[in-house]
């Protein structure tokens, strides 16, 4: 089990950019795979962008070529950045650590990302 804590939620204006940051209780590159997943009100909670320990990244459509998800080995960290902001990326964001073995998820508790004017 790998406890998650993000961090770098917050209001910015359409174009606008944030970071996004999760930092692992311990090393997670070997074992995991990593993702941003987010849940907009009254919706269900769906992949943005993962990477896996080889540096595979996967993207949701609607955020390619405006995302990028990094991770950092030795600060146990996976980033989320976010560019071109729109009104509809606005919605809780939660990293995820996945074990390609079993399946098994462990999740942050989330960060609030508004997209507003």
């Known amino acids: 089990q790998v406890q998650l804590v993000e961090s770098g939620g917050g209001l910015v204006q359409p174009g606008g950019s944030l970071r996004l940051s999760c930092a692992a209780s311990?090393?997670?590159?070997?074992?995991?795979?990593m993702g941003w997943y987010r849940q907009a009100p009254g919706k269900q909670r769906d992949l943005v962008a993962s990477?896996?320990?080889?540096?595979?990244?996967n993207y949701k459509g609607s955020v390619k070529g405006r995302f990028t998800i990094s991770g950092d080995d030795a600060r146990n960290t996976v980033y989320l950045q976010m560019d071109d902001l729109k009104p509809e990326d606005t919605a809780v964001y939660y990293c995820?650590?996945?074990?390609?073995?079993?399946?098994?998820?462990?999740w942050g508790k989330g960060t609030l990302v508004t997209v507003a004017s």
């Open positions: 995820n650590a996945e074990s390609p073995i079993d399946g098994v998820s462990d």
């Open positions: 311990g090393s997670i590159f070997r074992f995991y795979i």
């Open positions: 990477i896996t320990d080889g540096g595979s990244t």
